[in-house]
């Protein structure tokens, strides 16, 4: 629990993972290679204290997990950003139907986004069909840069995306998490435009599509587009963790999304377990805009708007009544922990 | 070399920073490289720009190793992740190759990545001078001619900004910079003004203005006197009421470069761990 401004906040962290990345999972070099370059950005944001050794990184524990989101990472509900990369590792990274496992443990305490890939078919109908009915699902995770039987890409608005879109729009999921970011494969279909959100939002708009890492290092491109469109919101995984060791290009992107997208559309992650929320959280409850940036802006980070970001944005998202929520939250194992501890 | 990345905030580590990044990067095994040849080499190499960064690929302490034997050079070029996009790569690897035969004397220019995933194909494709669409014929739809100019045209966005800035902090009103012209600009040595006509707005680092100039004729816009200082990318004036709009839009485009590049940096100092560290082959 974080307070700010004396009050309550409730946080959802719209973007975490419970992965393996162990050696056991690797299937190729992929693996590896995939795995230290995560690292490499944990290292690389992380303050000190906040550091893991690479062996607890690859493979950590369903009570790590607990711990650094509830117990001590201010976090009251995580949305699981299922990863499949199939490719690269024999079980997946973190499939929903691992992620499931901790669903099931703590249903209260999760969203879990399954997927589709536009490269299965027409064949892969069903087989979303069936995730959706065997799964809680209530929202997607599409990852535009994943390997597929030698293709390396997709876009959003490729055609048979728009089709498992209309799939989306009959089987009632609504909420589109898409990776656009940093540093992952494809060659020239993506890999540096985030104009494909532009189109399905546009053709969807009764969708709301999230952008997870507001497109970094495509911020500006990204900012054209969630100015247009109504229905694009800015995940804030992976610039969230700028906010320790790169305070001012954290102000500056907030600035800036303030400005073009509005504190409405904004919704935290962690990206957990790349970096952990604990020291995000309580970074983002304190922190500031300078002041020649309010000033050059006209915008601020006021403590409604941390709220609204922390919480309150991806809750209206996935029509979560807070009040109700915290009080079913209050009464399961982890909320009783932490009743426990407050007493 | 991430260390000599950061410097590259500091103005004042530049000129002290370049000369030991040679001295301490190159591989000199024959010893028969004389120093005059080397900086030549360097200062090719400067020349060369991390596309997305916008910044020359030394100052981010991508070069790893630079080797010269006679007329070949063997360039090792190391980026901030194994999952750099191949196209922004490839850029970067031709682009060492075309400056480097460009001098007199290298009649062929080797250049490998060290740990990319696509180290094979980009190292020996290049060396071959080989297009990108030849190289990854099923993944690459187009040829890479318009992802570099987008990205020009992102830099060129930055250079203006940064030159607006450095100009208004040195006295220039906004009225100043929308009415004046090309030819106002006086630039001497490491300094440069803006020219009134009872006056002058300055100094400020020659090389912002620099940097400017060299973009802004890159992508063909008018160079002459005459020209109006500020040029939008696309040729037009910005009027008066339009600017504090434009700057804005520049604005996004800059913070997105400078987080990029301290992401990349911050990046490429952790990845120095796996060298350091034995590598185990664990899939094998």
């Known amino acids: 629990m974080i307070t700010i401004d004396g009050q309550e906040v409730f ?139 030698g293709s390396r890409g997709w876009k959003l608005s490729d055609p048979m995306a728009y089709r498992y879109l209309e799939l989306c729009r009959e089987l009632g999921i609504k909420n589109i998490h898409v990776h656009k970011g940093p540093t992952v494969y494809p060659l020239s279909k993506d890999a540096f435009d985030v104009h494909d959100i532009d189109y399905a939002a546009t053709d969807f708009p009764d969708l709301n599509f999230i952008v997870e890492h507001v497109g970094l290092p495509r911020l500006d491109d990204f900012c054209w587009i969630a100015k247009q469109e109504k229905n694009v919101y800015a995940g804030l995984a992976v610039a969230s963790a700028f906010i320790a060791t790169r305070p001012r290009y954290f102000a500056e992107i907030m600035a800036n999304l303030l400005y073009w997208v509005g504190e409405d559309k904004i919704l935290f992650g962690s990206d957990y377990a790349i970096w952990t929320p604990k020291w995000i959280v309580e970074a983002f409850a304190r922190f500031e805009l300078p002041e020649d940036l309010k000033q050059e802006y006209g915008v601020d980070l006021t403590p409604q708007a941390k709220r609204k970001i922390l919480g309150e944005n991806a809750a209206r998202l996935y029509g979560i009544d807070i009040a109700a929520q915290k009080a079913k939250l209050a009464q399961d194992p982890i909320g009783q922990q932490l009743g426990a501890q407050a007493a | 070399m991430a260390h000599t990345a950061k410097s590259a905030d500091k103005p004042c580590a530049r000129a002290v920073h370049r000369s030991t990044l040679v001295t301490r990067t190159v591989a000199d095994p024959n010893g028969k490289d004389g120093p005059m040849e080397q900086s030549a080499l360097w200062a090719q190499l400067e020349r060369v720009l991390d596309p997305e960064l916008d910044e020359s690929i030394v100052r981010l302490g991508f070069v790893r190793r630079l080797e010269q034997d006679g007329s070949s050079v063997r360039v090792v070029l190391r980026l901030p992740t194994y999952w750099c996009s191949p196209n922004f790569v490839y850029l970067m690897a031709d682009g060492v190759r075309r400056v480097l035969t460009e001098l007199p004397g290298i009649e062929s220019v080797r250049v490998e990545l060290e740990e990319h995933f696509a180290s094979e194909e980009i190292s020996s494709g290049v060396t071959s001078g080989r297009s990108f669409r030849e190289l990854f014929p099923t993944e690459a739809q187009e040829e890479l001619d318009e992802l570099r100019y987008r990205f020009l045209v992102k830099g060129y966005a930055s250079r203006l900004l940064v030159l607006v800035q450095a100009l208004r902090s040195a006295g220039a009103s906004d009225d100043e910079l929308v009415e004046s012209s090309l030819g106002q600009l006086e630039h001497t040595g490491d300094l440069a003004w803006l020219v009134l006509d009872d006056r002058r707005r300055g100094p400020v680092r020659g090389r912002i203005v620099e940097r400017y100039l060299v973009r802004r004729a890159e992508l063909g816009l008018p160079m002459l006197p005459e020209s109006p200082l500020l040029l939008l990318a696309d040729g037009q004036p910005i009027a008066r009421e339009r600017l504090t709009e434009e700057l804005r839009r520049l604005r996004a485009t800059v913070v997105n470069l400078r987080a990029s590049t301290a992401l990349c940096e911050a990046l490429l100092h952790s990845r120095q761990q796996w060298w350091q560290s034995e590598r185990k082959e664990v899939w094998r």
């Open chain 1, 11 to 149: 946080v959802i962290d719209g973007h975490m993972h419970f992965w393996d990345g162990s050696p056991q999972n690797w299937r190729n070099q992929w693996g590896e290679a995939w795995i230290k370059c995560f690292y490499d950005y944990h290292l690389a944001l992380s303050p000190k204290e906040a550091v893991w050794p690479f062996e607890k990184f690859m493979k950590y524990s369903v009570d790590d997990l607990v711990r650094d989101l509830f117990l001590e990472g201010h976090v009251d509900m995580g949305i699981f950003n299922s990863t499949y990369l199939r490719e690269f590792f024999t079980n997946g990274f973190n499939t929903h139907e691992q992620n499931y496992a901790l669903v099931q443990q703590y249903p209260d305490r999760f969203i879990l986004c399954g997927s589709f890939d536009p490269r299965w078919g027409e064949a892969g109908f069903d087989t979303f069909r069936r995730m959706v009915e065997q799964y809680p699902i209530r929202g997607l995770k599409l990852y535009t840069a994943e390997w597929y039987n």
